[in-house]
Antibody, heavy 121, light 105 residues
Framework: QVQLVQSGAEVKKPGASVRVSCKAS????????IHWVRQAPGQGLEWMGW????????NYAQKFQGRVTMTSDMSISTAYMELSRLRSDDTAVYYC??????????????WGQGTLVTVSS | DIQMTQSPSTLSASVGDRVTITCRAS??????LAWYQQKPGKAPKFLIH???ILETGVPSRFSGSGSGTEFTLTISSLQPDDFATYYC???????FGQGTKVEIK
C-alpha cells in the first residue's frame, strides 16, 4: 500500500534551517511528483512547491522563493524539504503529498502524516 | 495568482441535512478543482478531482459540480463522520481555499 512517512517533530530557533524528510513506499517513487503543503496552527492549507523525483525539477510558490529547497534521493525513495531563515510564523505542520496527475487524476491522493516544526527562541 | 474563496467559513448542520459548500476562483480554472476533507490532527483526505469525479472509496453522498470560477461540494445526507473542515484546491497553481468547517448544530 502507498505510504508517505515523514520525519519527526523539530524545534528550531529563529534564523535557523530545518529539513523535513518524506519516505515513500508502495509505489514507483519516480513516477509521481511530490508536493509540500504547510498548515499553521488553526489555519488553512498553504501550498509550498513540488519536486519531480524523476528529473529533480522543482517549482516553488513565490512566497517561499529563496528560502525553500526541495530535493529527492531516488536510491531511498525519499523527498526532502529544507526551509531556511526560519521565523516564528513558519511554525506549522508540514505535509508531503503525492501527485498522480500523470495518471489523469488531478489532486493530491496520498499524504504524509505531517511534521510539526516549531520556531521559537 | 489565482485566489480561491470558500463560503461559508463555518456551517452548522444536523445529521441527515443536505449541505452545500461553495468555492469561487478569482479567474477561470476550467474544471481543475479538487476537494479535500480534513479532521483535527489528521492529514487531508482527497475526495474529488476535476470538479466532479469522486475518488475511489468516497461515499456517493458526496458530489461536486461547477466549472470556470464557481464550484460546489454537496453532501446529500450529512453523516456523523462528515463533521470536518473541507478545502477546495485549484490545480493550475495548486492554491487552496481558506476552508469550511462543518460543525454539529
Amino acid at each position: 500500500q502507498v505510504q508517505l512517512v515523514q520525519s519527526g517533530a523539530e524545534v528550531k530557533k529563529p534564523g535557523a534551517s530545518v529539513r523535513v524528510s518524506c519516505k515513500a513506499s508502495g509505489y514507483t517513487f519516480t513516477g509521481y511528483y511530490i508536493h509540500w503543503v504547510r498548515q499553521a496552527p488553526g489555519q488553512g492549507l498553504e501550498w509550498m512547491g513540488w519536486i519531480s523525483p524523476n528529473t529533480g525539477g522543482t517549482n516553488y510558490a513565490q512566497k517561499f522563493q529563496g528560502r525553500v529547497t526541495m530535493t529527492s534521493d531516488m536510491s531511498i525513495s525519499t523527498a526532502y524539504m529544507e526551509l531556511s531563515r526560519l521565523r516564528s510564523d513558519d511554525t506549522a505542520v508540514y505535509y508531503c503529498a503525492r501527485d498522480p496527475s500523470d495518471t489523469g487524476v488531478y489532486g493530491f491522493d496520498y499524504w504524509g502524516q505531517g511534521t510539526l516544526v516549531t520556531v521559537s527562541s | 495568482d489565482i485566489q480561491m474563496t470558500q463560503s461559508p467559513s463555518t456551517l452548522s448542520a444536523s445529521v441527515g441535512d443536505r449541505v452545500t459548500i461553495t468555492c469561487r476562483a478569482s479567474q477561470s480554472i476550467g474544471s481543475w478543482l479538487a476537494w479535500y476533507q480534513q479532521k483535527p490532527g489528521k492529514a487531508p483526505k482527497f475526495l474529488i478531482h476535476k470538479a466532479s469525479i469522486l475518488e475511489t472509496g468516497v461515499p456517493s453522498r458526496f458530489s461536486g459540480s461547477g466549472s470556470g470560477t464557481e464550484f460546489t461540494l454537496t453532501i446529500s445526507s450529512l453523516q456523523p463522520d462528515d463533521f470536518a473542515t473541507y478545502y477546495c484546491q485549484q490545480y493550475n497553481t495548486w492554491t487552496f481555499g481558506q476552508g469550511t468547517k462543518v460543525e454539529i448544530k
